[in-house]
């Protein structure tokens, strides 16, 4: 009698997993055939929002512009964690290694993220010590976005630093702030989907709580293993180590471009293509704006 409950069990217990695994494949499936719908009418609001913000002059319309593009930056960037998530969840997301400056995947976020912190007033450090690594470029500056955009977004006074430390076999990686900090009984949930240390609220403003979901799939993705120390009120340090690699060979020197603006498209002829009307005519009115 025994024996039949547990094979009941079992059963039951087999085909709930089926089902939530049928569930899960059902989202990915979801996410990965409608991104595109779903990215058009969004990058198709954000060319109208820009084009509208250059030809605006009366300050309290362009007030309402800011605040526009503001909401359709969040909207995109919560949007594309979703995106992630759904590609390495459906293994549509392969690494390319390279060895390549480790410097080189840090020159977007330190400009990008320098300011952002400055408008918090808190103080950034991203070392510029010069190690030659392996590893794909375009998945560890992702790894590296969401760990600085982490700690900016849960530090309210301090410093944020990202440093550079020379092991045996590699280069350890860490980002150290001075925010919140993880209480110990939640370290082991921060990387689960949809958990926030700190935001009771859901308050959209500090995203979904994907970004340590995406850095754990992409660590596990590169072969690298996050370590966390954090204690609540101290702050947090999150490190992975890197192998090191080689650099490719020089490439060779072109002639410099004219010095014109980027932005002077005076005279220019520009071909769109695009699937998607709206994008065209966004793309149309952006551009045209700039003397296209």
Same mark, same amino acid.
């Given at each position: 009698m025994l024996a039949e409950k547990l094979a009941a069990?079992?059963?039951?217990?087999q085909a709930a997993r089926d089902q939530a695994e049928q569930a899960n494949r059902a989202k990915t499936q979801f996410f990965a055939a409608a991104s595109h719908d779903l990215r =058009?009418? @969004?990058?198709?609001?954000? @060319?109208y #929002?820009? #084009? +509208?913000?250059?030809?605006? =002059?009366?300050?309290?319309?362009? %007030? !309402?512009v800011k605040s526009i593009n503001t909401s359709v930056h969040a909207?995109?960037?919560?949007?594309?964690?979703?995106?992630? $998530?759904?590609? @390495?969840? %459906?293994?549509? $997301?392969?690494?390319? +290694?390279s060895g390549f400056a480790v410097q080189d995947v840090l /020159?977007?976020?330190?400009g990008e993220f320098t300011v952002e912190a400055a408008a918090k007033k808190i103080g950034l450090h991203i070392s510029e010590e010069a190690h030659a690594i392996h590893s794909d470029p375009v998945l560890l500056e992702r790894i590296l976005r969401n760990l600085l955009s982490n700690a900016i977004r849960y530090?309210?006074?301090? &410093? !944020?630093?990202?440093?550079l430390e020379r092991t045996d076999n590699g280069v350890r990686i860490a980002v150290r702030d001075t925010g919140i900090g993880i209480p110990e009984e939640h370290r082991q949930r921060i990387f689960e989907e949809f958990f926030q240390v700190g935001n009771p609220g859901r308050t959209s403003k500090k995203g979904l709580g994907?970004?340590? %979901? !995406?850095? =754990? &799939?992409?660590?596990? @993705?590169?072969?690298y293993a996050v370590h966390v120390e954090s204690a609540a009120g101290q702050g947090s340090v999150f490190s992975f180590e890197v192998p090191l690699g080689e650099l490719p060979a020089p490439a060779p020197v072109r002639p410099r471009a004219s010095s /014109?603006?980027?932005?002077?498209?005076?005279?220019?002829? !520009?071909?769109?293509v695009d699937d998607e009307e709206p994008i065209v005519d966004g793309m149309k009115v952006l551009l045209s704006g700039r003397g296209a």
């Open positions: 069990q079992n059963v039951d217990l =058009q009418p @969004l990058h198709a609001m954000g @060319l #929002a820009s #084009a +509208l913000a250059e030809k605006i =002059q009366y300050p309290e319309v362009a %007030s !309402i909207l995109e960037s919560l949007f594309n964690e979703l995106l992630d $998530i759904s590609k @390495l969840d %459906s293994g549509a $997301i392969k690494p390319n +290694l /020159a977007k976020p330190r530090t309210t006074e301090g &410093r !944020i630093e990202l440093t994907l970004g340590l %979901s !995406i850095v =754990q &799939r992409l660590c596990e @993705l590169l072969g /014109a603006s980027p932005t002077d498209l005076a005279g220019k002829l !520009i071909v769109v």
